[in-house]
């Protein structure tokens, strides 16, 4: 099949070009072949590597964690029991950041309650709120 400029693989993976330059330089898609003009070439496996990477993050995986499952893709070791792991592990940092949300929503809900919006603003319980040492 014939390779992808870089244009063509951003369009095919719906990213933008400076997206497919960052993620060859740091590592995440191979280098490309250049072409006798200087244009970068990508083979077809850069494409199916973007997707990865693109839906990767949609699940919350950061560049660091995808990086490392590209690694365990890649390596002839890895078994499905050390993929889980890793997945479970994201689980649980994302019911984490759920439940320090949650908390958040909590105390902005009770400060809005605390506040008819009537006083003059220097007086905005809201405000004074944030600039007390209690939390």
Known sequence: ??????????????????????????GLLPKATRSASGYRLFSVNASQRLRFIRRAQELGFSLKEIRELLALRLSSK??????????????????????????????????????????????CPILESLDGEDS
Do not use: W
Not at 87 to 101: C, G, Q
């Open 1 to 26: 099949m014939k390779p992808f400029t870089i244009g063509h693989l951003a369009r095919e993976a719906g990213i933008n070009i400076e997206t497919v330059r960052y993620y060859e330089r740091e």
């Open 78 to 123: 890895t078994t499905c029991a050390e993929v889980l792991r890793r997945t479970e592990a994201k689980i649980a940092d994302i019911e984490a950041k759920i439940k320090a949300l949650e908390s958040m929503s909590k105390s902005l809900r009770k400060l809005a309650q605390s506040c008819n919006g009537k006083p003059p603003f220097s007086e």
